[in-house]
């Protein structure tokens, strides 16, 4: 079985502070890891995917295989990175993404 | 482009009634997908179609739920008869297959549906 959890419903930090969004995930194989974002009033849209390694609007998240981790960090948040992030996990045996519960981010001025 | 469309965007409807859910996917994208996503929760695979042909439809409540993908292309989602535990929203997501692996999936704007 595959899950994925993101031990924080709500995180709250003001512009220009670092920010770091959990997730954990629980799989045999070897995953892939995504962190997707849905900003206020948009459709779900992928922010970025491990396999990747790529930066997108100055996040970037690290795969652990040790401590079976995906966290996505930014150095300095900005009052536009407000919205929900979902971390979600696809296995090796087919296409199915398991979600988190999801993080609200809210960056204050 | 227009991406994923969905259709209604919301929906009202008393219990035991019927109601269905349209679902356009991007052009060209032979991978369709049907998730629910109740409030709080992250989005949850209902049923998973290539092409035609549902290959993944475990977590389908069947007794109630049915979905449908005639041509390969648009897609049906269907309850009957909706109970009050069935508001939520359903997401509809799209994705080319490519060799090795399946492409990013494109969300459609969800259907948001209530059960009064």
């Known amino acids: 079985a595959q899950r994925v959890t993101q031990p924080e419903k709500l995180l709250s930090v003001f512009k220009g502070a670092p920010v770091e969004l959990k997730c954990n995930y629980s799989?045999?194989?070897?995953?892939?890891l995504f962190w997707y974002v849905q900003y206020s009033r948009q459709r779900l849209q992928l922010l970025l995917r491990?396999?990747s390694r790529e930066s997108i609007k100055g996040f970037t998240a690290d795969l652990n295989k040790g401590e079976t981790s995906f966290h996505l960090k930014k150095p300095f948040a900005q009052e536009e990175d407000s919205a929900m992030y979902y971390c979600?996990?696809?296995?090796?045996?087919?296409?199915?993404?398991?979600f988190g519960e999801g993080t609200q981010l809210t960056v204050n001025p | 482009e227009a991406g994923v469309v969905q259709s209604p965007r919301y929906k009202i409807i008393e219990k035991k009634q019927p109601v269905a859910f349209w679902c356009n996917p991007i052009?060209?994208?032979?991978?369709l997908y049907w998730y629910l996503q109740n409030l709080g929760q992250g989005p949850e695979l209902l049923i998973r179609?290539?092409?035609?042909?549902?290959?993944?439809d475990s977590q389908l409540p069947k007794d109630r739920f049915s979905a449908e993908r005639l041509k390969g292309v648009d897609s049906t989602l269907k309850i009957q008869p909706a109970e009050l535990g069935d508001s939520a929203v359903y997401l509809c997501a799209s994705s080319k297959t490519l060799a090795g692996g399946l492409d990013t999936q494109y969300f459609g704007p969800g259907t948001r549906l209530t059960v009064l």
């Open positions: 179609y290539e092409n035609e042909e549902a290959v993944d």
């Open positions: 799989y045999s194989g070897s995953p892939e």
């Open positions: 052009s060209g994208h032979n991978t």
């Open positions: 491990h396999i």
């Open positions: 979600a996990l696809r296995g090796t045996s087919g296409s199915r993404l398991t």
